[in-house]
């Protein structure tokens, strides 16, 4: 049957509703920011951009480099951004815009995150670089869809009872990165990480400005919070959700995470836009090597 107007949204032009992209307009391996003043500081080293859309928070370049068709796009803040980007990504490329039918064979991603993010363990460095080999989302986000396997449950079931989790909060969900894209990006001066994606930036880290964070000690437990030698490395908004609709679609995702803070520490990088731009060097090398 096909995708009703009200489902499948598309613009007069034929693109899709918030990225205002056609079909043709994205590659295959995709890299995606928060921030609309990163797409530019990633496509900058692209040897031709073909394609530049944007609409709202949403802007997109296309081009290659080294011979390799890459797509960078930001996605803005939170994973309920990330909820749009990835199913109208997913629509591009798997979905028939002439018949609004699903394709029979399905064309998968790979998705690199170029993030931002705080550690919340001392020994790791400002400025230094993480792969989140697991997400722990807060933001319930994987609970609005059905088939939710790969779930880890006794990992879980840890962090819930560590940090005396409130029932009145979504239950956290953890997945993993892509084992596969992990291969591209090996270098020993990056470690792995369990990342915990927040629904807010000041509360739900554990900022107060004017208004108390309900549970003002649940930084600290997610600190101290230890399962089978496993921390909770860094805090940021995008990852779990990245990870978890990726996993439902069938794409690749890997987020990768420059350290600009430390909340165990208190410090901040003195040269946030050098590190970034590294990171982004660092992507984009590894990616086109392969």
């Not at 995606?32 to 997109?60: C, N, P, W």
């Not at 880290?205 to 490395?233: A, E």
């Not at 990726?246 to 520490?265: D, E, W, Y």
Request: proline share 3%; charged share 20%.
């Amino acid at each position: 049957m096909p995708l009703s107007p009200s489902e499948l949204i598309l613009n007069e032009d034929g693109s899709i509703y918030h990225l205002n992209l056609r079909p043709e307009d994205i590659a295959t391996t995709i890299i995606t920011v928060g921030d609309r003043d990163r797409v530019v500081q990633v496509s900058k080293y692209f040897d031709s951009v073909e394609i530049k859309k944007g609409k709202r928070e949403f802007l997109t370049h296309t081009g290659y480099l080294n011979g390799k068709r890459l797509t960078v796009i930001s996605t803005g803040i939170g994973t309920d951004n990330i909820d749009i980007v990835l199913n109208e990504l997913d629509a591009l490329a798997n979905i028939d815009f002439s018949t609004r039918s699903v394709n029979k064979n399905h064309i998968r991603f790979k998705i690199v995150r170029i993030g931002t993010s705080g550690a919340i363990q001392s020994e790791i460095p400002v400025d230094s670089f993480l792969i989140s080999e697991y997400a722990i989302g807060f933001d319930g986000l994987l609970h609005w869809y059905k088939n939710q396997n790969d779930r880890y449950l006794e990992f879980e079931d840890a962090f819930i009872a560590q940090t005396a989790w409130h029932p009145n909060k979504a239950r956290p969900y953890i997945v993993k990165y892509s084992s596969e894209l992990r291969n591209f990006f090996k270098d020993n001066h990056i470690r792995l990480g369990v990342t915990a994606t927040s629904a807010g930036f000041y509360g739900p880290q554990g900022r107060s400005l004017r208004i108390t964070p309900h549970g003002s000690d649940l930084l600290q437990k997610i600190m101290r919070f230890n399962y089978q030698n496993k921390q909770i490395t860094n805090l940021e908004m995008e990852t779990s959700g990245l990870y978890a609709l990726s996993r439902l679609l069938g794409h690749q995702a890997i987020s990768l995470n420059c350290i600009l803070a430390n909340r165990a520490t208190g410090e901040f990088s003195k040269n946030p836009s050098k590190s970034i731009d590294e990171l982004i060097t660092f992507v984009l090398q590894k990616l086109t090597s392969h």
